[in-house]
Structures are given as structure tokens and as C-alpha cells.
T-cell receptor
Framework: NAGVTQTPKFRVLKTGQSMTLLCAQD?????MYWYRQDPGMGLRLIHY???????AKGEVPDGYNVSRLKKQNFLLGLESAAPSQTSVYFC?????????????FGAGSRLTVL | LAKTTQPISMDSYEGQEVNITCSHN???????ITWYQQFPSQGPRFIIQ???TKVTNEVASLFIPADRKSSTLSLPRVSLSDTAVYYC????????????FGGGTRVLVKP
């Protein structure tokens, strides 16, 4: 199993450009999450999804949109990128079946906005 | 969700035991305590999870007192490769909740 795969791994954008980060999981997990991590800081929740076709706001949702059209994919979009969105973005998923909400993370996508 | 408080950083030496205590005073009855480890430039990975008393696996032990208002992650005989950030989360049994991370504890293992 590949687990959680994020694409792209690196991206450089100019202010005002748009882009989409893709998160794909092959574990049939119901729940998916997008976090951002700034240098030397902890992870902050952007948006999450509790199932196909559903999304919800996290701690820092402004400037981002998400979609969960398929159970295995969770897309994070930046409509008009700003330098403040320079960060490493992590996607995670969980099944919720065993224990409580154990998250499996992707390797991260490093985004730089100039 | 219950807020957690843990030390910002800890230094240790190879071969020593490292104990990181996390406070979660407002933990609810159905909440679990989950710990993650994050190496530089990698996503966090699950270490251990517990509900009460003691849990042990091949990586760490987790001690939870009866009142469950705190928990202690114990890393036995650390090596340089255990240098990482460790996050404590209170996670509800009901899946799909807003799972938020605190700042974590940065552990530096010295030779």
C-alpha cells in the first residue's frame, strides 16, 4: 500500500496565481485532513472531511478551498496565492475504526509563494 | 476538544530515558490520548495511543494516571535518531472530528 500520497512535492508560485494540491489515500479511509506547518511551528488544521462529498473548516481556512468528490481524494485549492501561504502542507487520513482517530500522514508538499 | 500543554523542548543524551508529560485537564470520558513523532521534513507518524493506565509497544510507553488529566510518554534508552518533535493529542473515540495539534515538544538527543 502506498498510504497517503501528496502531489506535487514542491511548488513555487507567484502572488495571485492559483494551484491545487492533491491528496490520495488507498486505505479506504473515511476521514481526511489538510494541515499547514510553518517553519519551527506545529501543525494547523485548514480543512477536513468526514466523508465523500463533505468538507468542514478547521482552524485556518481562509484563503483555501477544498473538495472531496471521491472518497480516496482530498483536494486543497489556493485561488489567489499570497506570500503568507508559504508553508509545508500535510494531508492525513484516518479510518476511525480502530482506537480513536489515528492519523496517517503524507510526506508533505512544500509551497513557496513569491 | 481538550487542550493540551507540553514542554516546548527537552535535551537528553544517548542511552537515557526521556519522559515527556502532557497536561489535558479537560479530557472527556470518551477521549483517547495519542502521541505522534515528527522528524524534520517529514509528516508526523503515530507512536502510541492509550485510554488509561499503561500502554507499551516496541517504541515507547504511555503512562496515564487514574484521573487522566495528564499523560507521560516514555522513550527508553534514546538514540540520536530519536531527535524529533513529539506531539500529544486528545482524540475523541468518535472519528471525523476537528483534530488539532499543539506546538509539540522538541527533543534533542546529544551524543
Amino acid at each position: 500500500n502506498a498510504g497517503v500520497t501528496q502531489t506535487p512535492k514542491f511548488r513555487v508560485l507567484k502572488t495571485g496565481q492559483s494551484m491545487t494540491l492533491l491528496c490520495a489515500q488507498d486505505m479506504n479511509h473515511e476521514y481526511m485532513y489538510w494541515y499547514r506547518q510553518d517553519p519551527g511551528m506545529g501543525l494547523r488544521l485548514i480543512h477536513y472531511s468526514v466523508g465523500e462529498g463533505t468538507t468542514a473548516k478547521g482552524e485556518v481556512p481562509d484563503g483555501y478551498n477544498v473538495s472531496r468528490l471521491k472518497k480516496q481524494n482530498f483536494l486543497l485549492g489556493l485561488e489567489s496565492a499570497a506570500p503568507s501561504q508559504t508553508s509545508v502542507y500535510f494531508c492525513a487520513s484516518s479510518s476511525g475504526d480502530t482506537g480513536a482517530n489515528v492519523l496517517t500522514f503524507g510526506a508533505g508538499s512544500r509551497l513557496t509563494v513569491l | 476538544l481538550a487542550k493540551t500543554t507540553q514542554p516546548i523542548s527537552m535535551d537528553s543524551y544517548e542511552g537515557q530515558e526521556v519522559n515527556i508529560t502532557c497536561s489535558h485537564n479537560n479530557i472527556a470520558t470518551n477521549d483517547y490520548i495519542t502521541w505522534y513523532q515528527q522528524f524534520p521534513s517529514q509528516g508526523p507518524r503515530f507512536i502510541i495511543q492509550g485510554y488509561k493506565t499503561k500502554v507499551t509497544n516496541e517504541v515507547a510507553s504511555l503512562f496515564i494516571p487514574a484521573d487522566r488529566k495528564s499523560s507521560t510518554l516514555s522513550l527508553p534508552r534514546v538514540s540520536l535518531s530519536d531527535t524529533a518533535v513529539y506531539y500529544c493529542l486528545v482524540t475523541p473515540k468518535a472519528a471525523g472530528n476537528k483534530l488539532t495539534f499543539g506546538g509539540g515538544t522538541r527533543v534533542l538527543v546529544k551524543p
